[in-house]
């Protein structure tokens, strides 16, 4: 699907100038949930199986088997640890 007819980047850019500060605030929250929801479907894409990240999962899950991870409170402590000094 391509844009209306005649309407460039340029021609919605100058429409958006026109918008009321209330208009434009709803226009960016609608477009801060449109990237929100897109970025949700590519990571439910890549981490799924066969997808980009499905190796990093793998990995992980390799690692906790093998006890080479450690629980997420130890390192927090560790962090707050190295914040103090």
């Not at 100058?14 to 209330?22: F, G, K, N, P």
Request: net charge negative; no cysteine; hydrophobic share 40%.
């Amino acid at each position: 699907m391509g844009y209306l007819e005649g309407m460039t980047v340029e021609a919605i850019q100058e429409a958006i100038v026109q918008l009321s500060d209330i208009e434009r605030r709803a226009l960016a929250e609608w477009l801060g949930e449109l990237e929100e929801d897109a970025w949700e479907r590519q990571m439910e894409q890549d981490f799924s199986p066969g997808g980009r990240g499905a190796k990093l999962i793998a990995e992980a899950e390799a690692d906790i088997a093998a006890g080479r991870t450690r629980p997420v409170e130890e390192g927090n402590r560790d962090l707050d640890l190295d914040r103090r000094t």
